[in-house]
């Protein structure tokens, strides 16, 4: 008892520990993708198999997040922690060393698997070393290294890829992993109130999510390039993960001993929590991946330079989530995630509002304002979501959390890819007809692009010919502007219709003592 007492007091330490493991595991997710092109010249991979090596470790990452709980009380959470670290750290030197793509994908599935481990575990441990008055300014520290490591991860990866080479991106892990073991070693305790217990796995059901999550996982991965259900393989993926997440479900409630305890869903607060934690997710990954695409394939930015322009989000997020756990307590998780979710969905009704000809000031506000209602929920829903579960049962709470978060996100990803892509197909018609030869603005376009061609030297039918092209060249642009617009309007909608969840959510004053009675 002593010695985790001891842990209690030590408590800015231990963030300081976990959260060394939460940014490395977090910050791997999304710092390769800049390096992918680099990683195939010297691998001899498609395009196709390439993206195995970011698909590898987001699938591992979500299959292991709800289990962490039950390995942890079969292995010892502190003993399962460091082998995770150490899992994690080895799989990093090797994806650097690997020599082929099946090495590099097949190490960074075990890098996820560590990762995982480090996100869950780290969540917990800091809930519990943080009294209840102090949990959100917990939760901001945790969202520092959840929020902003992915934020900054391409352009850090970039920029270490265009420095060095791409096996650095991993090999910066092996120092601070290494520090990481003795520090979680030298500081880290199982409190007392965690009962290891031997014995009995639940390998029907590890099985069956495995299977439904991970054909999930790659339908969402894959749906968009592969045309979505007009695949047969896309299909089977849908019918895979259908069948093996229904009885993983019947499995898990029906059993006494399940590998993951989705009875946690009865409570009410949590529940509501999770779900706003999904859109959250949803509209973090979403955006994430329109706007470097806009500004890259519409504006011409290069990718460093597309970093460039996203910081604000991340700058204005680092400096609301401290501000945001602190004010917890006073304002408490209503009032915070509520301003949020509109500042949110204001953010992406400003973007839906944006052209091919804008400038820095119009994407600098609409990212500002994202980061800040991004900085108000994360921070107040990580707090809120777990206020009411007990301690003995949070590790397993953090792991719904997050893979709830997770998946959401590819599901955020997946449904912005296809909206975009069907948005585009359909504008260009729209536009088309718009811009049609009857049109008299299109005309006298035409007429003036013909004559500047004429004049540089072009017969008739060429000037004509090239002017056709540059008008379906500037009417696909438009498609895609209006399509991007009309993405950003769908995630707007989605903020603001989860609004109501907000009254369900319970602050401090229903978790004193972190004993709790179920709802």
Known sequence: MSSYTNQAANKWVIAGTVLIGTVMAVLDSSIVNVALPDMRGTLGATVDEITWVVTGYILSNVIIMPIVSMLSSHFGRKNFYIASI???????????????????????????????????VSQAILREVFPPEEQGVAMGLYGVGVVLAPAFGPTLGGWITDQYSWPWVFFINVPIGVLNVFMVMRFIQDPPYLVRVKGH???????????????????????????????????????????????????????????????????????????????????????????????????GYSAYESGLVLMP?????????????????????????????????????????????????????????????FGLIFVALSTAALATIERARMTSAAGLYNVVRQVFGSVGVAFSATQLTAGIARYHDVVSWHAGATDPAT????????GAMRAGGADAQTATQRSLALLDGRVTQQAAVLSYNHVFQLVTVLFLVCLPLVFFLKGVEHAVGMEVIAD
Do not use: H
């Not at 439904?212 to 047969?232: H, I, T, V, Y």
């Not at 946690?264 to 934690?277: Q, V």
């Not at 209503?334 to 949110?344: D, I, N, P, Q």
């Not at 005309?443 to 013909?450: A, E, I, P, Y």
């Open 201 to 299: 796995i639940d390998w029907g059901g590890l099985a069956l999510l495995t299977m439904g999550l991970g054909a999930l996982q790659l339908m969402l991965e894959n749906g968009e390039k592969d045309n979505w259900f007009d695949s047969a393989f896309i299909r089977r993926l849908a019918i895979v993960a259908a069948i093996g997440l229904a009885l993983f479900i019947w499995r898990e409630l029906k059993s006494d001993t399940p590998a993951v305890d989705l009875r946690l869903f009865r409570n009410t607060a949590f529940a509501s929590a999770t779900a706003i934690g999904a859109i959250l997710g949803l509209g973090l990954m979403a955006a994430l991946f329109l706007l470097p695409l806009f500004l890259q394939t519409l504006l």
């Open 86 to 120: 150490v899992a994690f750290t080895g799989a990093s030197m090797a994806c650097g060393l690997s020599g082929s793509l099946g090495a590099l994908v097949f190490w960074r599935i075990i890098q996820g698997i560590g990762g995982g481990v480090l996100i869950t």
């Open 313 to 373: 989000r991340g700058l204005a997020m680092a400096v609301l989530m401290p501000i945001a756990g602190r004010s917890y307590n006073r304002l408490g998780p209503r009032v915070l995630v509520g301003t949020g979710l509109a500042v949110s969905a204001y953010s992406f009704f400003a973007l839906s509002r944006l052209t091919s000809d804008v400038g820095f000031w119009d994407l600098f506000w609409p990212q500002m304002w994202q980061g800040v209602g």
């Open 443 to 450: 005309l006298r376009w035409l007429q003036m692009v013909q």
